[in-house]
């Protein structure tokens, strides 16, 4: 059987050699491509490759009458509709290590530019100034080098930083002290990181979580003169905040390819001398271009020959009765990861998701990985989908076990999700009651009846008259509104607790002055 290839987008020739080499490939290389074109043309093809250029819309898709897989040559995939694919069972495959190499070694070239001011001093020299003086640098050896992010990249960046003789901390959400020392770098809290650090890199995805995370008050934890380094994601860090710590002499220096609005070309920290720019060009080496474009390229072959790939984005085809039966949990079983996601404190270690009663009876293995999936987007962000979830617990370290019962005690299917780090346990059950939705049912020992969607408050006390009173006149305070109220307790004057459906999320602010009242032993903002 023969297959058409359509690549819209500039690829290498050395990238796409997979596909030239396989037997029954058709390959065809159209970059002029008008939309209203493509559109004309899609229905012939069985895969299509593109970079960033290439816009597959839904109406692309639903013309695609023979499209199976499309290949994106790179690592973000916004230019591709992920729902309308997975609607019409086409697999969609990125290549999210292609660029690891490249980014790493651009962000420790920026570290050694920003040290020793190589842009400044060869503009002076292009404009026919020999200043030495204005240019003395600093040494990178014996330096602290603080990693915010100890992901693929991070972990590349502290290995060479390493190799410059630098001493290293890291923070990541993922990162125990075992796996820290493994590694051969210091274990950190962000704080730890930000205060021990000389210089300081990022290498986090941009969430809700990490942006802005060099902030203002980050700034002020800082040593006098630390140097900052962004080759990640712009909005990681506060770039006002930034400016105002240069100018104030707390920051000696920031050396950044990326930013929070992109050109960037017309901003006031362009006109600091401090500041040394790119314009993200992390992955913009020869090696790496062509890398995206092999790794894709083997995807596509492999899975029209052999219906496997290595970087799955979006949701695999299940048989469509299976489908029926588990498609109204996967929401639900998101969102117990999500909630366990914010309730767990410390580094999951293993995953445990039993399912109880109906579900105990069919394969319910696309619904464990939209579990970790919850669990993990938080921290590691969008890029963590239904497909790859589990590969990255895996390479995190992460153990996830799937269990099934036929005693649902009690109601027609039940799934349960616990989580175990170094120090606890935590557990979250739920189900769907019918005519009412996604319920959650039990957290940790605690009954409760919580539909899992919006803002939530968690709070531990002690079951004693007036805590409740107490929680809500300081939300009151704060300017939040109680929509609804769960309380639970193991027994009498023993431990409890408080659910909350809330109208916004409560800051850090009201979450310290919670755990301050009395009774109170515990406060966790759930946001789902």
Not at 198 to 218: G, S
Not at 277 to 282: F, S, V
């Amino acid at each position: 059987m023969a297959y058409n290839i359509l690549i819209s987008d500039p690829l290498s020739e050395d990238g796409i050699y997979p596909l030239r080499q396989a037997e029954g490939f058709n390959i065809v290389v159209d970059t002029d491509l008008t939309p209203e074109q493509l559109g004309e043309r899609i229905g012939e093809f069985d895969a299509l490759l593109v970079r960033s250029q290439t816009q597959v819309t839904r109406e692309i898709i639903e013309k695609g009458t023979n499209l199976k897989i499309i290949g994106r040559a790179g690592v973000g995939v916004d230019n591709i509709d992920l729902t309308a694919a997975t609607e019409r069972g086409i697999i969609v495959v990125n290549a999210p290590d292609g660029n690891t190499n490249s980014a790493a070694e651009h962000t420790i070239a920026m570290l050694m530019s920003l040290a020793r001011n190589i842009p400044q001093a060869f503009h002076a020299l292009k404009n026919q100034k020999w200043d030495r003086k204005s240019f003395i640098g600093v040494e990178v050896k014996n330096k602290t080098l603080g990693v915010v992010g100890l992901g693929r990249i991070g972990a590349e960046v502290a290995a060479r930083a390493k190799g410059q003789r630098m001493n290293v901390i890291a923070y990541d959400p993922f990162l125990t002290p075992e796996k820290a020392e493994k590694l051969g770098v210091q274990f950190g809290t962000i704080e730890d990181v930000i205060k021990a650090a000389d210089f300081i890199t990022v290498h986090t995805p941009l969430l809700k979580e990490t942006r802005h995370i060099i902030n203002k008050e980050a700034f002020e934890k800082m040593k006098d003169g630390v140097q900052i380094v962004n080759c990640a994601r712009g909005g990681i860090i506060d770039e006002d905040a930034l400016y105002d710590a240069i100018v104030s002499g707390k920051v000696a220096g920031a050396a950044l390819d990326v930013f929070e609005e992109e050109p960037f070309v017309d901003h006031r920290l362009l006109t600091l001398p401090q500041v040394i720019a790119t314009p993200h060009l992390g992955a913009s080496t020869v090696e790496a271009q062509e890398i995206v474009a092999i790794d894709v390229s083997h995807d596509v072959v492999s899975f029209l020959k052999d219906g496997v790939v290595k970087n799955p984005v979006n949701l695999s085809s299940v048989p469509k009765d299976v489908l029926a039966k588990i498609e109204p949990y996967f929401n639900l079983v998101e969102k117990l990861g999500s909630f366990l996601s914010d309730l767990t404190d410390g580094v999951p270690e293993e995953v445990n998701i039993t399912y109880s009663g109906e579900l105990s009876n069919i394969d319910v293995r696309p619904l464990s990985r939209n579990a970790v999936k919850g669990l993990l987007k938080s921290k590691l962000g969008e890029s963590i989908n239904d497909v790859n979830a589990k590969f990255h617990a895996d390479r995190i370290g992460i153990i996830v076990n799937e269990l099934k019962t036929t005693k649902a005690k009690g109601f027609t299917s039940l799934i349960t999700v616990e989580v175990k780090t170094a120090s606890a346990t935590r557990k979250v059950a739920g189900t769907l009651l019918n005519g009412l939705g996604p319920r959650i049912l039990r957290v940790d020992d605690f009954i409760v009846d919580v539909v899992p969607e919006g803002h939530l408050l968690f709070i531990r006390h002690k079951d004693q008259p007036g805590a409740i009173g107490r929680v809500g006149t300081l939300l009151a305070g704060e300017g939040v509104n109680i929509a609804t109220m769960q309380v639970g307790r193991s027994e009498v004057g023993g431990d409890a607790i408080m659910m909350l459906s809330i109208d916004k999320h409560v800051e850090e602010s009201g979450i310290e002055q919670l755990k301050q009242l009395e009774d109170i032993s515990d406060a966790t903002t759930i946001d789902l």
